[in-house]
């Protein structure tokens, strides 16, 4: 069966630092791969998604960005957070001209 | 462009009594239907679609949906509620490869 990862499962950092979320998936060849941003507990918020290797797409432009290095990896980045990048971070994969998403458990940034 | 509407914050009933979240969608096309649920610090976890056919859809721990095409609805159903049914809800609609796009979600309390 698939299943998806996604770590740390919570992060403290301060303004203007760097950012790394990683998101692996296992069990299934060449997914789609997705990064939301989840504020205030309510609306999800498509930051990127990526269909293949080296494929992003951008959604909202930000100062965040996504990489896809391996096939079933995609990692969230930032090279300065900003107070507004606060919120949880889910991480979603589809198969290939599938329709349903699967989500991972999430990642809390706390950007003091 | 394609959206769906959850008009209720929150939703409050007793256990043991039915519980409905409404939703209803705009789209162009024939609607790709999702409910999610998300307990608290946890990602989200799918608990039906409807893509086409019957128009009752059954899902995960006795939910159901009904695609209503006349009203533009898909609101989501149980018979009996469970205190542990308490979480919140959100109705998406599938975009293509864009992705889904959420409701603004809507908070379901039951009381013991």
């Known amino acids: 069966s698939q299943t998806i990862h996604q770590w740390p499962a919570t992060l403290v950092q301060p303004v203007g630092s760097p950012l790394s979320l990683e998101c692996t998936v296992e069990g299934t060849s060449n997914p789609n791969l997705y990064w939301y941003r989840q504020a205030a507990g309510r609306g999800l918020q498509l930051l990127f998604y990526?269909?293949?290797?080296?494929?992003i797409s951008s959604e909202v432009p930000q100062n965040l960005s996504a990489s896809r290095p391996q096939d079933r990896q995609f990692i969230l980045s930032s090279k300065k957070l900003l107070l507004s990048d606060s919120g949880f971070y889910l991480c979603?994969?589809?198969?290939?001209?599938?329709?349903?998403?699967?989500f991972g458990p999430g990642t809390r940034l706390l950007v003091l | 462009a394609q959206s769906v509407a959850q008009p209720e914050d929150q939703v409050n009933v007793a256990e043991g009594n039915p519980l409905t979240v409404k939703c209803t969608y705009s789209v162009s096309g024939n609607p790709y239907l999702f409910w999610y649920v998300q307990y608290p610090n946890r990602g989200l976890q799918f608990l039906l679609k409807y893509i086409t056919g019957d128009n009752l859809v059954k899902g995960s721990y006795g939910f159901e949906a009904e695609f209503n095409k006349s009203q533009t609805s898909f609101h989501l159903k149980k018979p009996s509620a469970l205190v542990s049914d308490s979480a919140l809800y959100f109705c998406a609609v599938y975009e293509g490869r864009r992705a889904l796009t959420f409701g603004s979600g809507t908070r379901l309390q039951v009381q013991p």
């Open positions: 990526s269909v293949g290797i080296g494929q």
């Open positions: 979603a994969w589809s198969v290939v001209g599938g329709e349903t998403q699967y």
